[in-house]
């Protein structure tokens, strides 16, 4: 029997998931829960129902995890929470500042409710962060390192858009080769914000905007661009479509470190991303994770847990003995 | 307390095992089992006995977890089982083809014993195998690569020093660049064993040994070198020891898969590592497990476990809070 999925938020990340599922043969879609009217949104998945979020109690008893695919600012604080009473949830919160507090109320809601609720599932936090986390306990003595990119900053965008005189916008996140050089060399070298990333801004200008002010007023937001050595380039609307529609991205993850009597020896471990479609990706890991859920919930666990506490055999469609027969 | 650490086995890998344990605050050695008379072995650490190999029942309440440095095609199959009796156990058993006989057996014997057993902990096995399940899970359709170097096999230096008019010799596997590029950029080639890697050789000859005809029993040497491009170097006992005296080693674990409705995103998963002592950083990995072995006994678990059964936060000192709020 398959595992049965819900969705709730049919943006790109909805999307991503709903791709996901169907590459996962052990699994299928059952249900998107929408804000909007059901009628408006259309699904790629024929079997699937597209329902309004208000009546997702209804489906408690035919869903087995629920993915929740909303955003990190307003959405996931209630909602995970919230989900959690019904449902074997994952979310992909991603405001690392605010995860112990997120954790904590997603927690009480599970484990009162019997659910198991994965958190911050994704690539950063997730993938990013497990690979820290090995690699720390693996060299306790050494240095960390994350580039992100080449990719698309949706934040950063935004800040573009918001500015007057801008009609439509994207930014690159790049991050800069030489500093990367630097700590696969082992030079363990500290790097400010500006040595390590560069912005790069396609911008398109509403009629009669004024480009210089424009490029001023980018290159000197504060906590967007401010810090970083930033370009801007000025493009045409059809432009900006043709070349830039896409939603990339990736980094690096690095430690550096020492092992020996006399700390003599240097190791280098390296994780790394290139990523076609930041949200399918991230939708990658959450189906995998959801898995994990289903699984974790048929041992009759609950509570709230994040990448940290899954044993990787938990997402994989194969046994223990496959696993160890073909990847260990 | 200190996780109370023992090594049976005192060659490169536990001298390593002995130095990690110094780079880990919450565990201390205790004691060093040996083959050889103790007199003769001198270990590192002031504050560990050594003691032989056969007295080791007397230690089983006064060792917490016991790795085991022994070789894996003789010593291990029978050693992970005996020890397994005694004590919770480590094993770096990376002979991939037997891992499931040797589970088995390992398995029957620690659950016998009430005894945790993890097995086959290392780099490959152990890091490359987890990169592989993770990323397998995260990309159901895709590719894999495993990718070793540029590093010294000890097989290969041994089958050069086996020829007759070699008096010493050092062999590198080094990755094919070209090919990793390939990889990198979503090519997905089909490469040949002469595709993937070199291989390179420094031989310091036997007085009055015939050089012809050593390079060309390398280079034509089935299994070993027949199907490489291989180059040999003959050089002076001096230049050896001065320039290959290290056992550097490393690689890259890919995966290269596409998501979306018509598959029609590619991602790329890289995992790479680069390692000034392999035998150092093998330890590093297996006592990082050996704490994760130490915390699954104390929640009464039993049974043999591979890196595909821990919860990665087994492995870290810090405490889960501490982990979400720091490397989440």
Redesign the interface.
């Known amino acids: 029997m398959s595992i049965r999925i819900g969705i709730a938020g049919y943006g790109n990340l909805g999307r991503?998931v709903?791709?996901?599922v169907?590459?996962?043969p052990d699994m299928e879609l059952v249900a998107v829960f929408t804000r909007r009217d059901p009628k408006d949104v259309k699904v790629?998945t024929e079997t699937a129902q597209v329902v309004r979020a208000g009546e997702a109690e209804q489906w408690k008893d035919r869903i087995d995890v629920l993915i929740l695919c909303g955003g990190s600012a307003t959405d996931l604080p209630k909602q995970t929470p919230e989900y959690a009473k019904l449902f074997h949830v994952v979310d992909s919160f991603d405001t690392?500042a605010k995860?112990?507090e997120h954790?904590a109320a997603v927690d009480a809601a599970a484990k009162a409710a019997g659910k198991v609720a994965l958190i911050?599932v994704g690539w950063d936090?997730g993938?990013f962060?497990?690979?820290?986390?090995?690699a720390?306990?693996?060299?306790?003595?050494g240095k960390d390192y994350t580039f992100w990119g080449k990719g698309v900053s949706q934040g950063h965008s935004d800040a573009i858009r918001r500015i007057e005189g801008v009609r439509d916008g994207k930014q690159y996140t790049i991050p800069v080769d030489s500093a990367l050089e630097a700590v696969?060399n082992g030079e363990d070298p500290e790097l400010t914000t500006r040595q390590k990333h560069t912005r790069e801004c396609f911008v398109v200008l509403e009629e009669g905007a004024d480009a210089a002010k424009v490029e001023q007023e980018i290159k000197t937001m504060p906590n967007y661009f401010a810090d970083y050595d930033t370009t801007v380039h000025f493009i045409s609307e059809e432009e900006l479509k043709r070349d830039h529609s896409g939603i990339p991205h990736g980094g690096f993850v690095l430690r550096s470190g020492v092992?020996?009597?006399e700390k003599e020896?240097?190791?280098?471990?390296?994780?790394?991303?290139?990523?076609?479609?930041n949200p399918?990706?991230t939708?990658?890991?959450i189906v995998?994770y959801a898995?994990a859920a289903y699984r974790l919930a048929a041992e009759g666990q609950s509570g709230c847990r994040?990448?940290?506490?899954?044993?990787?055999?938990y997402?994989?469609?194969k046994s223990?003995?496959e696993?160890?027969?073909s990847?260990?």
């Not at 994040?306 to 055999?313: E, R, S």
Request: aromatic content about 8%; glycine content about 4%; hydrophobic content about 40%.
């Open positions: 991503g709903e791709c996901a169907r590459q996962n790629l690392h995860i112990p954790y911050s936090p993938m962060s497990l690979n820290r986390m090995y720390n306990a693996i060299l306790p003595e696969r092992t020996g009597w020896h240097r190791h280098l471990i390296e994780y790394r991303l290139k990523l076609d479609s399918e990706f939708s990658s890991v995998a898995r994040t990448v940290f506490d899954i044993a990787p055999a997402l994989s469609p223990g003995e696993l160890r027969a990847m260990l």
